[in-house]
């Protein structure tokens, strides 16, 4: 249980972080949790698992890569605990491998959209859309990219420091200088916490100003999204739910104090409409965000029977 809680407050701070990462630490959590504790019989594991699911499932209300990766999970068999647990095991192990796999294949169908000498914008840090410009400058074209601070995590310092490390030019601005540094660039290429059935991209507050930028700009805007950042829930017609962090991570609450009449607004996430939007780059191929409804209903193996199924978070 203790562990579990670490987990659980790990991905609470964004000590782990990032959407797909937080999926495969949630699937090897449930995994790991389910080899820990006696269970006396399946009815006892069931509750027991459940348990940790919805824990973990609450930590993070906006990635839908989390509430996706625990369904995988939870859709182990079993007539007692051992066998339940070696279903567990083996579901989690392959959503983490998959998972891994999907950032590669990203990567790779992705960079073929990068041409030799592209300058690329990128924002916040996405593991998806660094795996496409490094496997674009591995293939030796020689790119430059542009990356945001991303307030008021700063996550553009990671980003700076993972395309450093394989060598790649990178410049780093602020937030607020997103349009006037739009005129230099080639293309612009994020991640995505979220997409929804009608196409729209969940991702970190700030997105939908650069692709709005973007598009006034004319330049060309990839998300780069494994499929289970998909969310079969909106084509049921429920919304994503955008998080909204503290207030110390903007001003401390000591400055906060010495005002009467301020609040602090601090939505970690936004949402860019399709019409931003070039091109969805998944591990089954690049596809214009039209058709994420399609991959909802054909990728997304637990499909829309299962949200209604025996376990629902
Ligand atoms: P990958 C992150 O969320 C960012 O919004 C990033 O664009 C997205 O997850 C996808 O990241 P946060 O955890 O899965 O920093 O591509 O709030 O790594």
Known sequence: MKQLKETAEKIKSMEIRGAGRIARAAAAELRDYAGRFPARDIADFNKKMKYAAELLISTRPTAVSLPNAVRAVMRYVGENPEEAKASVRKLAD?????????????GEIGARRVRDGDTIMTHCNS????????????????????????????????????????GIETSLIVDSAVRYFMKDIDLVIMGADAVTANGSV??????????????????????????????????????VEIEERDS?????????REFSKVIVKN??????????????CTEVGAI?????????????????GEINSNWKS
């Open 202 to 239: 969940i991702n970190k507050i700030g997105t939908s100003q650069v692709a709005l930028a973007a598009h006034e700009a004319r330049k060309n805007v990839i998300i780069a999204a494994e499929t289970y950042k998909f969310s079969p829930r909106t084509l049921l017609g429920e919304l």
């Open 288 to 304: 214009p965000p039209e058709m994420a409804y399609i991959i909802i209903k054909e990728y997304l193996g637990w499909g829309l």
């Open 267 to 280: 939505p970690a996430f936004d949402i860019t409409p399709r019409e931003y939007i070039d091109l969805i």
């Open 127 to 166: 593991s998806a859309a660094v795996s496409i410009m490094a496997e674009a400058h591995a293939s030796g074209k020689k790119i430059n990219v542009i990356a945001t601070e991303s307030r008021p995590r700063m996550q553009g310092h990671l980003t700076i420091k993972q395309l450093d490390s394989l």
């Open 94 to 106: 392959e959503f983490i491998t998959n998972s891994e796999n999907a950032v590669r294949k990203i």
């Open 248 to 256: 110390d991570e903007v001003i401390s609450k000591e400055k906060l």
